[in-house]
């Protein structure tokens, strides 16, 4: 899932041990192969005094109950941290270093971004082509968006559709190839007219990435290993699963289960290419980072990428609302938002800063850099936990910029019991409205069979056992059992409990009883926008049979 953070949930911290983990730091080299190593999680010369790393991060472990996190940061040029802290997987004591590979999920839509940049520069395409010239058979669902859809609108999150619309195509793990994920496109409905306002989406960075792999012969990751990662001496990143799991330093993910962390298996999402998929380290993250901070420029080796087409990527291309933050996060309250080329934009503190996140079942990353004062940062976690990472980055931005520290651990920790109160509240609210002693209109029997949606496909529900299970035909972890909530309500909950995102499944009845359609919706507001239920309609495949 997550996205600039994809508006994951603020996951619940529990209580554990974290205080004691081990953290290590590591050389890294700058861009290329020869890199400056890092200093040992001290200072950086420009920021004036010494900036305690080292408990900032043990003191966020603590607090929101991360197993596991590296952290890199670069300043003028310069690599000043690639530190590991934490564990790789709980129950094992083996540390993370600046070595341990991670899932950076939509973090790597800027390295998409930055694949197109180089073929601006080398004239293979432009920004303003339309799609369809690159890739003929590419169709939304009205014609006219199809026609006038740019390279450019595939990364600006305008396209009409609705927030994370489409994403139940690859997120969980499903069956569909990249090019059933692009030719299903046609079927989704748009959520607003085109240009007409930002909602982040994944599916057209997928396109976007079958127009790297086309115009290179090769699928996008060797792209990614050939063009980028190679040039930059970013030798530890991958783009598979597979990959990172072959390597005995990479970190598992871990997902609340219940109220307590607890390792996961990693997703693969090999055919969501463009969107998410790279596997990298903080030593990687740190080359990555001096690059775009130098405009394109590798060392003295020559140029990743102009300098015209690093400010086109870091240049405002659609506007985003800008949210009132509670009270207490008052001080990072943006003047402007907006979203780039795989960055998003806003403003702290009167500097511009680039930044994005990412999400994966188990893992989360962010990346934030402020252009005018050459600093860096990326946070790298094991964990599904949004203000671990906010809370770190806001304090480290703090000692760069030279900003009075506010307490952000303390904060976010103060906001995350706050959420947890208010979701508590919520789910209360809805048991209390529930009308308990209501039942279904039909036999249970009545409301099994084999369902369609027009982008997704099928879905069936049946006995098995005792229960009544819904089964998703082409994502296989999306598998649970019914139980009857109010009238011809259901709920469904995930076998696989580390998704958090149990779902309500509504039925509407013909006139003569049988069904005339399902409709689904996450039971949680906490729920990750990937999991887009709510975009379902579902009609029986074969009408059932009427209830007597």
């Not at 990249?178 to 396109?207: C, G, H, M, Q, W």
């Not at 086309?214 to 991958?238: C, H, Q, T, Y």
């Not at 904060?411 to 308990?436: F, H, L, P, V």
């Not at 509407?508 to 069904?515: F, K, R, T, V, Y």
Request: proline share 6%; hydrophobic share 45%; charged share 20%.
């Amino acid at each position: 899932m997550m996205s600039p953070l994809r508006s994951a949930a603020l996951v619940l911290a529990c209580a554990t041990a974290c205080a004691a983990l081990p953290a290590t730091a590591s050389a890294s080299g700058a861009a290329a192969t020869d890199t400056p190593p890092a200093t040992p999680l001290a200072s950086a010369p420009a920021s004036g005094s010494a900036y305690d790393l080292e408990g900032d991060v043990r003191a966020v472990l603590k607090a929101f109950d991360v197993p596991g996190m590296a952290v890199a940061i670069v300043k003028d040029g310069k690599v000043v941290a690639t530190s590991g802290f934490g564990v790789r997987r709980l129950g094992d004591p083996a540390p993370v270093d600046g070595q341990t590979q991670f899932e950076i999920a939509s973090n790597s839509k800027a390295f998409t971004a930055t694949a197109l940049a180089m073929l601006v520069d080398e004239g293979k395409l432009a920004w303003d082509d339309p799609v369809t010239r690159h890739l003929p058979g590419f169709q939304m669902y009205d014609a006219y968006v199809t026609g006038a859809m740019t390279v450019r609108d595939l990364l600006v999150h305008r396209s009409g559709l609705g927030l994370g619309a489409g994403d139940l195509l690859w997120w969980p793990t499903t069956t569909f190839s990249a090019d059933e994920i692009i030719a299903r496109l046609r079927y989704i409905k748009p959520a607003t007219s085109f240009r007409n306002s930002y909602a982040y989406d994944n599916l057209l960075y997928i396109v976007a990435g079958k127009i790297i792999a086309d115009k290179a012969g090769k699928p996008w990751g060797e792209v990614m290993r050939e063009r980028i990662f190679a040039p930059l001496g970013m030798n530890a990143s991958n783009t598979s699963v597979a990959a990172m799991t072959a390597n005995a330093n990479h970190a598992a993910p871990h997902s609340i289960i219940g109220s307590r962390n607890a390792v996961v298996r990693p997703m693969p999402v090999e055919n969501a290419a463009g969107a998410v998929g790279i596997n990298t380290n903080a030593e990687d993250m740190a080359r990555w980072m001096t690059v775009l901070l130098d405009g394109g420029r590798i060392g003295e080796q020559g140029r990743l990428f102009s300098a015209e087409q690093g400010r086109e990527m870091w240049s405002a291309q659609t506007p985003m609302k800008i949210r009132e933050p509670k009270p207490a996060l008052a001080a990072t309250r943006a003047n402007f938002a907006a979203y780039g080329l795989g960055f998003n934009l806003r403003d702290y503190h009167g500097r511009k800063i680039a930044t994005h996140g990412g999400a994966l079942q188990g893992f989360y990353s962010s990346v934030v850099m402020v252009p005018d004062e050459k600093l860096g940062i990326a946070i790298l976690t094991n964990a599904e936990n949004s203000p671990a990472m906010q809370s770190l980055q806001w304090r480290i931005l703090d000692h760069y910029l030279k900003v009075a520290p506010s307490d952000w651990i303390g904060i976010y920790a103060r906001q995350r019991d706050d959420s947890a109160q208010e979701e508590a509240a919520s789910q209360a609210k809805a048991r209390a409205a529930r009308a308990a002693r209501s039942s279904p209109s039909l036999a249970l029997a009545a409301y099994e069979g084999m369902y369609q949606d027009p982008w997704y496909g099928n879905v069936s529900i049946g006995t098995e056992g005792k229960r009544q299970v819904m089964r998703f035909s082409r994502t296989p972890d999306l598998t649970g059992e019914l139980e009857h909530f109010q009238h011809d309500t259901f709920i469904v909950r995930w076998r696989d409990r580390n998704f958090n995102a149990d779902a309500y499944v509504s039925f509407a009845l013909n006139p003569d009883g049988s069904i005339e359609r399902m409709k689904m919706a996450p039971v949680s507001e906490s729920t990750d926008f990937s999991y887009d239920f709510a975009d379902l309609l579902f009609t029986p495949v074969k009408p059932a049979t009427p209830s007597r």
